[in-house]
């Protein structure tokens, strides 16, 4: 059974109408145009710290983030209705970046579903941590809420 399928069925056996279920169904956007591209600044909240954070959700699906403490992730999204979408990052955890030679001790995966609202983005999602050796170190909840913003060229 689909996604969308599911939600349907789930919204009719509670007695849901087809227009609550409507942002459940696959994306109607032509490619780059669903309302997730562009660019977002907001805050990242995991169980041990916030973080400030900018986004861009890319046209092709292509995600990139910048977050506090050179946190630089990239990554993956795909529509997963009008206004929702899924999307998944990795995340290089530096051990020294002030100078040569630059190592990493290991890394963040995280996979999100976010929803947009005209210029609000909201999301709520699960991390995982990787020490160099592919060991997990940690998991939890991740969530963000952001603002689109504007980048124009100078």
Same mark, same amino acid.
């Given at each position: ?34 309302? %997730? ?15 400030? $954070? ?6 092709? $699906? ?22 929702? %979408? ?19 001790? $290991? ?30 170190? $940690? ?16």
């Amino acid at each position: 059974m689909t996604a969308g399928v599911g939600a349907l069925a789930i919204g009719g056996a509670l007695g849901i109408t087809d227009a609550a279920v409507a942002d459940e169904r696959p994306s109607v956007h032509p490619p780059g145009h669903h309302p %997730v591209v562009g660019t977002w600044r907001g805050l990242v909240t995991l169980p041990h710290e916030v973080e400030v $954070g900018l986004f861009t959700f890319l046209p092709g $699906g292509f995600f990139l983030s910048f977050a506090d403490g050179v946190h630089i992730a990239t990554g993956r999204w795909v529509a997963a209705g009008r206004s929702t %979408v899924r999307f998944a990052l990795w995340q290089v955890l530096p051990e020294d970046l002030t100078g040569p030679p630059h190592r990493y001790h $290991g890394e963040v995966q995280a996979k999100h579903e976010a929803h947009v609202n005209g210029d609000t983005l909201t999301s709520v999602g699960t991390w995982r941590g990787l020490d160099i050796d592919g060991n997990e170190t $940690g998991r939890g909840p991740v969530y963000t809420r952001a603002t689109r913003f504007g980048v124009e060229p100078f």
